[in-house]
């Protein structure tokens, strides 16, 4: 499970590169893909009390 240590914030370098698409075979993960990012954001709003959203790549894979 990803937690707010996971998420790149602007200025990381590693936002700027191109993700690669999603595979066949991973689509199973996408559920939990999914999951990680609203524990993130949940975790944002409780530290900060505010947000709205992030994206995918600001996970650290």
């Not at 996971?6 to 999914?34: M, T």
Request: with cysteine.
């Amino acid at each position: 499970m990803k937690t707010l240590q996971d998420l790149l914030l602007l200025g990381d370098a590693r936002l700027y590169e191109v993700c690669a698409p999603i595979q066949q075979s991973e689509l199973h993960l996408v559920k939990d893909w999914v999951a990680d990012l609203d524990n993130v954001m949940k975790e944002v709003r409780v530290k900060y009390g505010f947000g709205r959203a992030i994206a995918a790549p600001q996970l650290v894979s």
